[in-house]
């Protein structure tokens, strides 16, 4: 199985920060990798897909990059509403695999 | 838009039938999946079923006692869990698949909780 590690676990932040959160898979997906939103108490939220692909109506501060084993998620500048939790899958074969998770707190 | 069905309360060993059920995309143009979370934890894919049905896909952890399935002419997607375990305690979602090129879950349910008591 492909395994996917995000960092941090646990990422402090300032409203109007820009921040990066990283996965790393365990072997190539190519550009197979999803990042999602969760809020508390609701479905996960596609944000970008195929790594760098912004998923419609999702604001341009979310990007991501990345191809092979290495991924980033970046938000340019922290809104309030984004202070939640980021999770990366990887699509590329079976079983489908997520991240661990990094929750973003308010510093 | 898709809405789950079907999660509540079981004894260990017991069994339990998901329903999710599609609106507004032609059903049966796409593959589905079943994501599971157990109460604080992260997320995990459960299934996999191709647009036609025909090809399917499972986690380790739940093969052999779950089954997915899909009816497209009633727009329905289904999860029989069997043998159920107190491990498999979790808000379990339907998510639909992007499509060719894309992938990822672009549509998610709200969520159904099942909750297994030992």
């Known amino acids: 199985d492909i395994q996917m590690t995000q960092s941090p676990s646990t990422l402090s932040a300032s409203v109007g920060d820009r921040v990066t959160i990283t996965c790393r898979a365990s072997q190539s997906i190519r550009s197979w990798l999803a990042w999602y939103q969760q809020k508390p108490g609701k479905a996960p939220k596609l944000l970008i897909y195929?790594?760098?692909s912004l998923e419609s109506g999702v604001p341009s501060r979310f990007s991501g990059s990345g191809s092979g084993t290495e991924f980033t998620l970046t938000i340019s500048s922290l809104q309030p509403d984004d202070f939640v939790t980021y999770y990366c899958q990887q699509y590329n074969g079976y079983p489908y695999t997520f991240g661990q998770g990094t929750k973003l707190e308010i510093k | 838009q898709l809405l789950e069905s079907g999660g509540g309360l079981v004894q260990s060993g017991g069994s339990l039938r998901l329903s999710c059920a599609a609106s507004g995309f032609s059903f049966s143009n796409y593959a589905m999946s079943w994501v599971r979370q157990a109460p604080g934890k992260g997320l995990e894919w459960v299934s996999f079923i191709s647009g036609s049905g025909s090809d399917t896909y499972y986690a380790d952890s739940v093969k052999g006692r779950f089954t997915i399935s899909r009816d497209n002419s009633k727009n329905t997607l289904y999860l029989q869990m069997n043998s159920l375990r107190a491990e498999d305690t979790a808000v379990y979602y339907c998510a639909k698949d992007g499509g060719e090129g894309r992938g990822a879950f672009d549509i998610w349910g709200q969520g159904t909780m099942v909750t297994v008591s030992s």
């Open positions: 195929k790594a760098s």
